[in-house]
Structure formats: C-alpha cells, structure tokens
Nanobody
Framework: QVQLVESGGGLVQAGGSLRLSCAASGRTVGNYAMAWFRQTPGKGKEREFVAVISRNGGVTNYADSVKGRFTISRDNAKNTVYLQMNSLKPEDTAVYYC?????????????????????WGRGTQVTVSS
C-alpha cells in the first residue's frame, strides 16, 4: 500500500509562485507514473488533470491551462514528486491532489483520467487572490 501526502499549498497573490510536494511512503513509487490533479468545490466539479510524469522523469504532459506555467518533476531517491507553479492565476485556486499509477510507468493517453490511478493523497489547498 502506498500513502501519498501533499504539502506546500497556501495563499498567494496572482502572479506569484508555489511549489507543491507529494511524499510517498509504504512502497517506492520509482516505477510508477505520478500525476497532479485539482478540484474546485461546487456541485458537478470533477477532479481535473494538471500534469503527469513518467517513472524516470523523461516524459511529462500538462493540461493546456497550465502549460508553460507549471512544471512537474520527481526525485525517486526521495520518493517525492513536485509541482512548481509559476504565474499563478485566481482560476488556479483549487485543492491539489497527488496520484500514483502502479500499472504503468510510462505516460499514456489515459493519464488524464482519474480512473487510471491507484493511489491518491488527501490534497493541499491552493488559493490565488486577485
């Protein structure tokens, strides 16, 4: 079993930066594809794909809404995944979740789907003020 714990969220002004971390325990996630999703509160709001990274960090993919502003990375020696968020906008406000796919280590066309992932963290709140 894998436990994922996100940290680094907080309140920031528009244009600012935050770096989220996702620390894994219980098992090494070095062979897993890892991703970040986000969710805003409200009826009908689904969890939205943000970014994914392959097991060796060589391949990444981003949602169009964050491309060029966010960077996903990983340190397998620390069993940790990161999300560097720059040029933040109020519409980036959400709870950010880390996810692990134990089946595939490479990035596939399914990695934007919530159902692709086996483990989830509890999330960290990011609030961007205008």
């Amino acid at each position: 079993q894998v436990q994922l714990v996100e940290s680094g969220g907080g309140l920031v002004q528009a244009g600012g930066s935050l770096r989220l971390s996702c620390a894994a325990s219980g098992r090494t996630v070095g062979n897993y594809a890892m991703a970040w999703f986000r969710q805003t509160p409200g009826k009908g709001k689904e969890r939205e794909f943000v970014a994914v990274i392959s097991r060796n960090g060589g391949v990444t993919n981003y949602a169009d809404s964050v491309k060029g502003r966010f960077t996903i990375s990983r340190d397998n020696a620390k069993n940790t995944v990161y999300l560097q968020m720059n040029s933040l906008k109020p519409e980036d406000t959400a709870v950010y979740y880390c996810a692990a796919d134990q089946t595939y280590g490479s990035v596939t066309s399914n990695h934007y789907r919530v159902t692709e992932y086996d483990y989830w963290g509890r999330g960290t709140q990011v609030t961007v003020s205008s």
